[in-house]
């Protein structure tokens, strides 16, 4: 069976890492974070500190898992190992219907609608643009794995570069920090502030989703045993600068009130610090931003799908590598497809409202793989170690738990749901699982470095 060929390198795992977390959640989460911790500069800050380190946690757990063995489903593929082949394909069931192509439905819609902010977009138009960026997105990645990252690069870049010089101009012309010494810290705490604290970590950390998509494309990256862990790392802790860049800005032109009042913070901070006509420029950068955290996406969530259908727990067909373009065309094709269904019906807000939290779950028992790889494979070469073992771990999954176990506990009818919707694939893996058994992917064609 055709593998897939390692093009990515260290640099293209870097810009990746960035540009499949950044989308638009930058440029509009801050205001309800500060809202959340009663308008107290500080706490705002100290969330979204605690939720980069907590993310860079969790990259440095994966950074091991994916140098120790680099092949194509990243996350998939350590539940499948460790935890047995059913949660692994509940995994990869809730990424393909809801996960990833929801992500990509929302991704969508939020393009065409800041789209709709430049050019007067009619209802059945917004729906038509929506459409036609996820069909661009997915010819680029079915074609040319090179060329789509090669995209990632540019678009990750220019949002990037986008992001601090409005960062730079903001905190340069600013005033909003004067008078904002009585906001910067709460004279006393109590119960409803700490529950605020919680709340705006969730959100944070929703805000920094997407950093382990990387693991995905592992099989594909060239010298990953080296280029994973360095690029995984690097890219989750840019991250971090970059987020509080932004929130200082804003926080310069606005102050704090400014802030917690606006829901649309990076267009009504450029508006009103530079010009209205400069916020055109920031619906722009928005648009760009959407467009390569879709890629991103695209890039990598269908190597699980892929990895599924090679341990013939999907469809067959999605297990195969284009002749030509040497990607696995069908995977993407699939959920792109799926992606269309969901942003045509608007399903996907309902979907991801109720199963987005489950992704935790998995990402926790993704991270437990270490300790059992560990304890089953002692021998095995690990060029990469995760530091502050097994704290950091340990660290990574207990935040992760509590975020799920947080959900469960203020919102159980929608946990409840949520849960139900993830085990509905319980008798499609019946299914699929009489038709041919398991097959172990790094023994199957699949190369390993």
Request: glycine fraction near 10%; charged fraction near 10%.
């Amino acid at each position: 069976m055709t593998s897939l060929p390692r093009t990515l390198g260290l640099r293209d795992l870097i810009l990746l890492t960035i540009g499949s977390v950044i989308g638009s959640g930058i440029f509009l989460v801050p205001g309800a974070v500060l809202r959340q911790v009663d308008g107290f500069i500080l706490p705002a800050m100290l969330v979204w500190l605690v939720g980069g380190v907590l993310s860079l946690l969790g990259a440095l757990t994966y950074s091991e898992l994916g140098a120790m063995k680099p092949v194509a489903g990243g996350l998939y593929v350590y539940i499948h190992d460790c935890f047995g082949r059913f949660p692994a394909f509940l995994f990869g069931w809730t990424l393909f219907f809801v996960i990833s192509s929801g992500a990509v439905a929302t991704l969508s819609v939020a393009f065409s609608a800041y789209l709709g902010e430049i050019v007067p977009l009619t209802p059945w138009l917004s729906k038509l643009i929506a459409v036609l960026m996820i069909a661009v997105v997915t010819l680029v990645n079915v074609f040319s794995t090179r060329a789509s990252a090669g995209l990632q690069n540019w678009t990750t870049a220019a949002k990037v570069f986008g992001i601090l010089v409005m960062s730079v101009v903001l905190l340069w012309l600013g005033r909003g920090f004067q008078g904002s010494g009585a906001v910067l810290w709460p004279a006393q705490y109590s119960g409803s502030f700490a529950s605020g604290f919680g709340l705006a970590m969730i959100g944070v950390l929703w805000a920094y989703e997407g950093w382990q998509f990387v693991t995905y494309s592992a099989g594909e990256v060239v010298n990953a045993k080296r280029n994973l862990p360095l690029g995984l790392v690097a890219g989750t802790a840019a991250l971090v600068g970059i987020y509080l860049s932004a929130n200082f800005g804003y926080l310069a032109a606005l102050g704090p009130t400014g802030v917690a009042d606006s829901n649309r913070l990076a267009a009504t901070a450029v508006s009103t610090i530079v010009s209205p006509v400069a916020a055109k420029l920031v619906a722009i950068m928005i648009l760009i931003s959407i467009f390569s955290a879709a890629n991103g996406t695209m890039l990598t969530s269908p190597r699980v799908y892929y990895a599924m259908a090679r341990d013939r727990l999907f469809f067959q067909r999605l297990a195969e590598v284009h002749p030509r373009f040497k990607t696995p065309a069908f995977a993407i094709i699939a959920g792109a497809v799926w992606s269309i269904v969901l942003a045509v019906t608007g399903t996907f807000e309902q979907l991801l409202t109720y199963v987005v939290f489950i992704g935790w779950i998995f990402y926790a028992l993704a991270a437990a793989s270490i300790f059992v790889y560990r304890r089953r494979m002692p021998e095995t070469v690990r060029p990469y170690r995760v530091p502050g073992y097994p704290l950091t771990p340990l660290l990574f999954i207990a935040a992760a738990v509590a975020l799920a176990l947080n959900t469960v506990a203020t919102q159980p009818a929608r946990a409840a749901v949520g849960l139900g919707i993830v085990l509905v694939g319980a008798p499609a893996y019946l299914i699929w699982r009489s038709k041919g058994g398991s097959v172990d992917q790094s023994l199957a064609g699949e190369e390993s470095e």
